[in-house]
């Protein structure tokens, strides 16, 4: 497993990076939250002018990773589409998403009139969209979905296989959180560079320093176990489902944290629409939550290692009996 993405990712990813800079970055979203009917305009042109149209991670292995950059790349700006969901389209541009049991809920679900979707337990299937979203102020784009009557699709059954798109999809949206959490790190770095309390920086302050190296680690740590997920879903396509649960857990376990401290290391301002920090915390609550939150991804974990086993990352013993 190289934990360095391939030059052609990383290239692609700082294309996309300007693209975004250049639709005002953070302020895109804000527009978005402003005047919605902007944002799949304004997105999509970027999208097309740095050929993302053009990339399916399910073609080979650089593919994977230039998706998986270019989430990350998102992911740092709370790009206000979903991206990992239509990288995943079928030929009929349906994009496709990963759905709770019960009640079938997609971030900017409202911008598609037809979606492919999936649950954990098996049932696959061919979903509309509402009108509006929902509006919750830590979703604002967050849409309801329901079946689409009469569809042609094979909905599948429950307790079927696994969608084939389920674990790439998974991964995808951990790399977007990975984004996030890495972008956090970066602005509170230039915050606490800047504010001066005491006659000094409050960078000066040990307490601070150990809080921002603590997580920094915690990012760099995700970002390998995210290389490592993608090799996987090549490498090992059959068990790639269990590791995409663990790059889940432990994303959202990491973005607890690292937005838990960066906001706070931001004081007032951290709560403040006004400061970049509070609208990618806001933006990424729904790649934490949908399609399930840290309880549901851990027992989804522990039921999938039971079927299938688990090598991860590092070397451990066998369970427990």
């Not at 990288?87 to 990963?98: E, G, I, K, W, Y």
């Not at 806001?282 to 949908?290: E, I, K, M, N």
Request: aromatic share 6%.
């Amino acid at each position: 497993m190289n934990p360095v993405l391939p030059s052609e990712a990383t290239e692609f990813a700082a294309t996309a990076a300007k693209a975004f800079a250049a639709l005002g970055g953070v302020d895109a979203a804000r527009r978005a939250e402003e005047e919605p009917t902007r944002r799949s305009a304004e997105v999509v042109a970027a999208l097309a002018a740095i050929g993302a149209e053009d990339l399916d991670p399910r073609d080979n292995p650089d593919s994977l990773a230039a998706a998986a950059a270019l989430c990350e790349a998102a992911g740092a700006v709370a790009l206000p589409f979903p991206l990992a969901g239509t990288l995943l389209r079928d030929s009929h541009q349906r994009p496709f998403a990963v759905v709770p049991e019960g009640i079938w809920r997609v971030d900017h679900g409202h911008l598609f009139p037809h979606w492919r979707v999936t649950s954990l337990t098996g049932v696959h299937a061919i979903a509309a969209s509402d009108a509006t979203p929902l509006g919750s102020r830590l979703g604002p784009f967050v849409t309801d979905l329901h079946a689409l009557a009469g569809s042609t699709d094979d909905p599948g059954e429950p307790g079927g296989a696994p969608h084939p798109d389920l674990a790439t999809h998974l991964t995808l949206t951990a790399w977007h959180i990975l984004g996030t959490t890495g972008r956090a790190v970066e602005l509170a770095v230039e915050h606490v560079l800047g504010r001066v309390q005491f006659g000094k920086p409050i960078a000066a302050f040990q307490s601070v320093q150990f809080q921002l190296a603590d997580c920094s680690v915690a990012v760099a740590g995700l970002r390998e176990l995210a290389c490592f997920t993608l090799w996987r879903l090549t490498a090992a396509p059959e068990d790639a489902l269990t590791d995409a649960l663990a790059l889940r857990m432990h994303a959202i376990d990491v973005a607890r944290t690292v937005l838990r401290t960066t906001q706070q290391l931001h004081g007032a301002a951290g709560v403040c629409d006004e400061y970049d920090i509070c609208v990618l915390i806001r933006l990424v609550q729904p790649a934490l939550r949908l399609p399930w939150g840290a309880e549901r991804t851990t027992a989804a974990l522990a039921e999938a290692i039971a079927r299938h086993g688990f090598e991860g990352l590092f070397p451990h013993g066998p369970a427990p009996r």
